[in-house]
């Protein structure tokens, strides 16, 4: 996957996870509450596809958000 191709997938990504995130009624900052080493600024950075991250972080999203996995890769 060349890199051109990595930053459309965090931005598919960073969509689905904003979007959870309002559905959910949260803002960036009681979001990152509830993850442990995680800041309204790096939430920022994933919903805008800025964001090179760490895997596990995906996963504590995916948790906080109590959204699925594989929902977040969905275009």
């Not at 995130?21 to 805008?48: F, G, V, Y």
């Amino acid at each position: 996957m060349k890199k051109n191709e990595h930053s459309k997938v965090f931005k598919v990504i960073g969509k689905n996870l904003r979007r959870r995130r309002l559905e959910l009624d949260l803002t960036q900052e009681k979001l990152a509450d509830k993850i442990p080493k995680m800041d309204r600024s790096k939430i920022s950075d994933m919903e805008n596809g800025k964001e090179d991250f760490v895997f596990s972080k995906l996963l504590d999203l995916c948790d906080a958000l109590d959204l699925k996995l594989e929902n977040v890769f969905k275009d």
